[in-house]
């Protein structure tokens, strides 16, 4: 785990240089898109807290409306404006490189592609194609890395922008985890507003925690000048942030939501002014996202979601007429493919298959011998032979398993030929560099319906099939919508007991 621990005076943000702009919300024209980060409405939510009971009034703070989309715009502003000053960034020579959960890099981008720098972001491949696609279209170079990284592993985002530090010439690591420009921006600017905006009387403001440079900047700011305040951390199940003392990266699991939680404390965290922390998940967060949007008309992000729950869950403590402020960070921009699609959420059982009575195959259920057998290659095989394997099959999928028979990924023609169109890429590197592992995917277990089915081929070319023997996922194939417009035209949709027509 990365060194968490800070320097006595780290966190003497009243001391530091200070970049506070008026809040003059009359200026007219501004010199360019950075000086528009920031100043973000505070909006009173109506429905929500009402529906939930709560008798305090809960305001958001809107940060998605930021020009790049997210709250981290201000640090991405603040950190290339002070490493400018400093003389590390040198315009028209240096190389700003970070590695990012999206939303930085995305204001990193935005502040290179105005200042002219080169920039290159590290992102998980957990991250959203949408924050890839804003990337690319700033001018950003991307490098993904593998989710289940942990932070100290050399394939982890944090470690590969660390080495390409070394190997780039003039390259930067501006370093959101531990730059203290971080806090700093927030400090200095989303603290101010929300203060100015409720007259310095704020009984609680809620917070997700990410590299915790927001928690942290905003609570040293308002303890300040408003200290009967309670500051809220929300962190998802899966996350070491609210409890590392009990917690290690060992136990760290992967989740939907981005760009909050880690599996290190970044030294922009300090947890001495967090007064309280609220845990999370998937099923909490998702739906609450989907809610801001649906019923207060927030244009928001998954992780708005975790905010706003956190904000209902700790706001039962408070009274009529005291006040609650929740930060809701990005923007519904990075997630159309994602939690914005109902499909995406059926599949992971975070919404129920709709109904469909007046389709006589929608409900039934899926059995092994309709689905198409692929071929199975070993993870310890080379990408020449599962190359070679695919010429000699009638499909453009393998299954990747593991000595036991399991699911490790699948290998399919489209993706080798992405990443041998890629410079880095090579017959030459192991499997592993080649293996898809963000797939749709069904358990026979489960007895799927062919209307679930349907559902996912709305969003995806092809379902893998899959069934649990003995504990292991085995791989029994893949189901395709030609599959399932041939079985309803011919009227042969299978189960145990014979054909099940119309």
Not at 8 to 35: C, T
Not at 313 to 340: E, H, W
């Amino acid at each position: 785990m990365e060194n968490a621990s800070a320097p006595a005076n780290y966190f003497n943000l009243k001391e530091m240089k200070h970049i506070v702009d008026a809040l003059d919300r009359n200026k007219k024209v501004f010199p360019n898109i950075l000086n528009c980060v920031g100043n973000t409405p505070l909006v009173k939510l109506t429905n929500i807290p009402k529906e939930e009971g709560l008798d305090c009034d809960i305001y958001a703070k809107c940060e998605f409306l930021n020009p790049g989309g997210s709250v981290k715009d201000r640090i991405a502003y603040r950190m290339v404006l002070d490493a400018e000053e400093r003389g590390i960034l040198k315009p028209g020579k240096s190389v700003i490189i970070e590695p990012t959960s999206g939303n930085t890099g995305i204001g990193l981008a935005l502040a290179a592609a105005v200042k002219g720098y080169r920039c290159i972001i590290v992102l998980p491949e957990k991250m959203s194609d949408e924050k890839v696609n804003t990337l690319i279209a700033l001018g950003a170079e991307i490098i993904r890395t593998p989710t289940e990284a942990p932070s100290e592993s050399p394939e982890s985002n944090i470690m590969v922008a660390k080495r390409l530090v070394t190997e780039i010439p003039d390259a930067v690591l501006l370093d959101q985890y531990n730059n203290v420009c971080n806090p700093l921006a927030h400090y200095d600017t989303t603290a101010e507003e929300i203060l100015w905006s409720l007259d310095d009387n704020v009984d609680m403001v809620v917070i997700g925690a990410g590299t915790c440079g927001t928690i942290s900047g905003v609570a040293h700011k308002i303890k300040e000048r408003c200290p009967k305040c309670v500051i809220v951390g929300v962190d998802p199940y899966g996350s070491i942030l609210a409890q590392p003392e009990e917690l290690n990266a060992s136990d760290v699991q992967v989740y939907e939501v981005e760009g909050i939680g880690y599996d290190f404390l970044p030294r922009v965290l300090d947890r001495t002014v967090v007064d309280k922390w609220v845990k999370t998940d998937d099923l909490k967060s998702l739906p609450m996202a989907r809610r801001l949007i649906k019923e207060e008309g927030l244009l928001c992000g998954g992780s708005s979601g975790s905010a706003m729950w956190g904000a209902v869950q700790a706001a039962k403590s408070l009274k009529r007429g005291q006040r609650c402020v929740v930060i809701l960070p990005d923007s519904i921009r990075n997630y159309m493919t994602k939690f914005i699609s109902d499909q995406w959420l059926e599949v992971r059982g975070f919404k129920s298959v709709p109904s469909n009575d007046k389709l006589w195959w929608w409900n039934k259920p899926l059995s092994e011998d309709l689905v198409k057998v692929i071929p199975s290659i070993s993870e310890n095989s080379s990408p020449s032979q599962a190359i070679t394997m695919l010429g000699k099959s009638d499909t453009s999928i393998l299954a990747v398993v593991n000595d036991k028979g399991s699911i490790q990924g699948i290998f399919t023609a489209d993706y080798a030929r992405r990443r041998l169109a890629n410079l880095s890429g090579s017959t030459k590197e192991g499997l592993d560099k080649f293996i898809i592992k963000k797939y749709y995917k069904v358990n026979l277990n489960n007895k799927p319906s062919f209307g679930a089915l349907s559902r996912i081929l709305d969003i995806s070319p092809f379902v893998v099939v899959v069934r649990t023997e003995s504990t292991i996922e085995k791989p029994k194939g893949i189901f395709t919508s030609e599959n399932l417009i041939s079985l309803i035209t011919n009227g042969n949709v299978m189960n145990g007991n014979g054909v099940l027509s119309e």
